[in-house]
């Protein structure tokens, strides 16, 4: 069983920064794209930035551009989410995502992941 674990959230002025991290555990052969969403209330769960499995590649929403970057550390399973310059529209919950192909006793399994989800909230 893979989880993802979120860490980082919190509450923080305009004009501040956040990163945000999100480790995978358990049995891991390896992992793909990783990303973050975000919720806002009442809404459906957005892409803010997206990674591919070597790093090359990241995507970003037009909201975020210039201000967030993705990063990851195949070493620790690990993707993080640095958020810089937030405003209070960054509020929001923020979930992690991963494709994850895991060690089984029958050989390996594929499936798309999430966090359980972290508060950001930028207010003054």
């Known amino acids: 069983q893979v989880q ?21 555990a358990g049995s891991i052969f390896s992992i793909n794209d990783m990303g973050w969403y975000r ?21 970003y929403a037009d ?3 210039g201000r967030f970057t993705i990063s ?8 993080y989410l640095q958020m810089n310059s937030l405003k209070p529209e960054d509020t929001a919950v923020y ?16 499936s798309v992941l999430w966090g359980q989800g972290i508060q950001v909230t930028v207010s003054s």
């Open 39 to 59: 919720q806002y209330p009442g809404k459906q769960r957005e892409l803010v930035a997206s990674i591919t499995s070597g790093g090359g590649t990241s995507h």
């Open 95 to 110: 979930y992690c995502n991963a494709d994850v192909v895991a060690r089984v006793t029958f050989g390996r399994i594929r």
């Open 63 to 65: 909201s975020v551009k």
């Open 4 to 24: 993802l674990v979120e860490s980082g959230g919190g509450l923080v002025q305009p004009g501040e920064s956040l990163r945000l991290s999100c480790a995978a």
């Open 72 to 79: 990851r550390d195949n070493a620790k399973n690990t993707v």
